[in-house]
């Protein structure tokens, strides 16, 4: 059972504009949420994290939305580069993490 | 570079073998996890020790055991190894575990032919 779930599996932006990648989650109890991104034949690397109490983290050009009435998390980039085009991965928990399946982002220069 | 170690980087074994992974935590860090990818799927959660302790089991098979060991490195035994095995095996390391990012290694690809 997935309980941190992405449903998009890639997109594709324009360098200059916004990247939004979403993710929802199903556990309640889940009170931390983090975004990996992650390039082929290597580790995912943590970017960014928000916690429970939040609903917003900014660091630099990442923000990261968390909306827990809908359980709902996005990360947004503003402005995206090629060098942003990877895989991205939200993982949600409390005492420990489940990831999502991914999303592929291209960004077209 | 995350400060996570883990041999070897690629596994080339036959279906009914058994093979062991192993990770090197951050220096520091205290909390393990490992996390199985297959064909470009998402990270699925294996299991979590914290300090020598399991905190927390996923999915993992019944043939599959890990262990961290009192300097805090970790072994993953995957046993009667099947083709479905075949995947990339990603260890993590967090300082506490909780509420905090985890730090990932370079994975080990095991393919079971």
């Known amino acids: 059972d997935q309980q941190v779930k992405q449903n998009s599996p890639s997109l594709s932006v324009q360098e200059g504009r916004i990247s939004i990648l979403n993710c929802d989650y199903t556990n309640s109890m889940f009170d931390y949420f983090l975004w990996y991104k992650k390039y082929p034949a290597e580790g995912p690397t943590f970017l960014i994290s928000i916690s429970s109490i939040k609903d917003k983290n900014e660091d630099g050009r990442f923000t990261v939305f968390l909306n827990k009435s809908a359980k709902h998390l996005s990360l947004h980039i503003v402005p995206s580069q090629p060098g942003d085009s990877a895989v991205y991965f939200c993982?949600?928990?409390?005492?420990?993490?489940?990831f999502g399946t991914g999303t592929r982002l291209t960004v077209i220069p | 570079d995350s400060g996570v170690t883990q041999t070897p980087k690629h596994l080339i074994t036959a279906t009914g073998q058994r093979v062991t992974l192993r990770c090197s935590p951050r220096?520091?860090?205290?909390?393990v996890y490992w996390y199985q990818q297959s064909l470009d799927q998402g990270l699925q959660f294996l299991i979590q020790?914290?300090?020598?302790?399991?905190?927390a089991k996923g999915n993992i098979l019944e043939r599959f055991s890990a262990q961290q060991f009192p300097d805090l490195h970790s072994e993953l035994n995957l046993s009667s190894l099947e083709l479905g095995d075949s995947a990339l095996y990603f260890c993590a390391s967090s300082e506490t575990g909780v509420r905090t990012e985890a730090f990932f290694g370079q994975g080990t690809r095991l393919t079971v032919v």
């Open positions: 993982a949600g928990g409390a005492n420990n993490l489940f």
């Open positions: 020790y914290y300090n020598g302790e399991e905190r």
């Open positions: 220096s520091g860090d205290l909390s």
